[in-house]
């Protein structure tokens, strides 16, 4: 194999590369935004519900406080269990660990965002005021659900 014939297989590489990354990346992103969307739906449930759900978080709005970013970390997982299996089942396999990998990067988002709007909501730079800290404060306990982005 010659040099020039070996040079338009890795453009062509090259360029199905760039292809996978942006399609990898959308994948990603598109996870990010449903489980935010999830979040959102999840956190209104618990607002409404009268079950353990709602007394677990009618609980968190008494003391004002986040459990750590571990905790919180780990009640978005299994909050989010659920719906993870219901998207494993509906999608394709190739889709579906770039989401899975999109919701995960939004659990763990989550989890910090939320410690830090109760442990010093100032330092929430990426949001002109911090949505989850606004809710708590002013005892927002019919809207203002979300997290990073107040669906």
Same mark, same amino acid.
């Given at each position: $194999? @010659?040099?020039?014939?070996?040079?338009?297989?890795?453009?062509?590489?090259?360029?199905?590369?760039?292809?996978?990354? @942006? /399609? #990898? @990346?959308?994948?990603?992103?598109?996870?990010?935004?449903?489980?935010?969307?999830?979040?959102?739906?999840?956190?209104?449930?618990?607002?409404?519900? @009268? =079950?353990?759900?709602? /007394?677990?978080?009618?609980?968190?709005? !008494?003391?004002?406080?986040?459990? =750590?970013?571990?905790?919180?970390?780990?009640?978005?997982?299994? =909050?989010?269990?659920? +719906?993870? $299996?219901?998207?494993?089942?509906?999608?394709?396999?190739?889709?579906?660990?770039? +989401?899975? #990998?999109? $919701?995960?990067?939004?659990?763990?988002?989550?989890?910090?965002?939320? !410690?830090? !709007? *109760? %442990?010093?909501?100032?330092?929430?730079?990426?949001?002109? /005021?911090? $949505?989850?800290?606004?809710? *708590?404060? =002013? *005892?927002?306990?019919?809207?203002?659900?979300?997290?990073?982005? %107040?669906?």
């Amino acid at each position: $194999v @010659t040099k020039s014939e070996h040079q338009p297989k890795c453009k062509a590489m090259m360029l199905l590369d760039a292809f996978s990354l @942006t /399609q #990898i @990346t959308s994948e990603a992103a598109a996870g990010f935004v449903v489980a935010s969307f999830f979040e959102y739906a999840i956190h209104r449930y618990m607002h409404w519900s @009268t =079950g353990l759900f709602g /007394q677990r978080h009618r609980a968190h709005h !008494q003391r004002g406080e986040g459990q =750590g970013m571990l905790w919180e970390f780990r009640d978005y997982v299994l =909050g989010m269990l659920a +719906f993870d $299996v219901i998207f494993y089942l509906l999608l394709p396999s190739s889709v579906f660990l770039p +989401f899975a #990998i999109g $919701v995960l990067i939004f659990e763990l988002f989550s989890a910090y965002a939320h !410690q830090l !709007q *109760h %442990d010093n909501p100032c330092r929430c730079d990426w949001m002109k /005021q911090p $949505v989850h800290y606004v809710h *708590h404060k =002013g *005892h927002m306990w019919y809207h203002n659900f979300g997290m990073a982005v %107040d669906w």
